[in-house]
């Protein structure tokens, strides 16, 4: 759609939001520190070697509302054997495994990382508005992609984007990242002809019609079949 522009929701996380961590052992049970309330968790990465941490869940769910996977965090860490002695890295959310039947974060990932060098990072999609195309029965909404990657400073990076499908009041019509206006210092990684998302044609569900079936073709194969039955029954065998 030529003109499009779609907004950016730019949420900057500024590094005074921190989580606090405290260094664990291999000797830790991993149910005893989820039953205290805790999340297993590990940090790597820049100017820093794996370390296996644990989080305060409820923390950690806040900041993650707030930070998601694409802001940056500032992570205390602390030793429980060594009073008054603490590390601070500035860290992504890398990955998380989620209990399937609960829903809430079993481990951790975190990323440490050089605020003053760009990182790519996954930015979630977020939809807004309705789309008049589909609203006025003309075609379907399609959303074809819920995240796209972006690369600039940690500073810079943006939470989430918003696309308001509002703007797809045609049949056929579409939007793609090349519609995207990124803050400046930072730079689209998905192509820009991507499709985020389009208005489909309504598909007709087909029925298939009942055939008759013709009684009178299958008691004449029935008929047929007991006279060449009878006929072999009445050759001699010489």
């Given at each position: 759609m030529k003109g499009l522009q779609i907004e950016l929701f730019n949420v900057i996380i500024p590094l005074m939001n921190k989580l606090t961590a405290t260094m664990r052992s291999k000797a830790d049970k991993l149910a005893l520190i989820r039953t205290n309330g805790m999340i297993p968790a590990v940090v790597y990465g820049a100017r820093v070697e794996?370390?296996?941490i644990s989080v305060s869940s409820i923390d950690f769910e806040k900041?993650?509302?707030v930070a998601g996977e694409s802001s940056a965090i500032v992570l205390e860490v602390t030793d429980p054997t060594k009073k008054d002695a603490s590390k601070?890295?500035?860290v992504l959310i890398h990955d998380m495994q989620v209990d399937p039947i609960r829903g809430f974060p079993t481990?951790?990932?975190f990323l440490a990382i050089d605020i003053n060098k760009p990182v790519e990072v996954t930015?979630?999609?977020?939809?807004?508005?309705?789309?008049?195309a589909e609203k006025g029965g003309l075609g379907v909404l399609v959303k074809v992609l819920h995240e796209v990657d972006v690369e600039g400073l940690p500073k810079d990076l943006p939470h989430n984007i918003i696309v308001d499908v509002s703007t797809l009041a045609n049949l056929d019509d579409q939007i793609h990242i090349k519609d995207i206006a990124l803050p400046k210092g930072?730079?689209?990684?998905?192509h820009e002809d991507e499709v985020i998302a389009l208005i489909a044609p309504v598909k007709e569900e087909e029925v298939a019609e009942a055939v008759p079936v013709d009684l009178s073709s299958i008691?004449?194969?029935k008929k047929g079949k007991?006279?060449?039955?009878?006929?072999?029954g009445s050759e001699k065998v010489e």
């Open positions: 794996n370390t296996m900041i993650l509302k601070k890295f500035d481990h951790v990932d930015i979630p999609i977020e939809f807004t508005g309705i789309a008049p930072v730079t689209m990684k998905t008691e004449v194969e007991k006279e060449d039955d009878g006929a072999e």
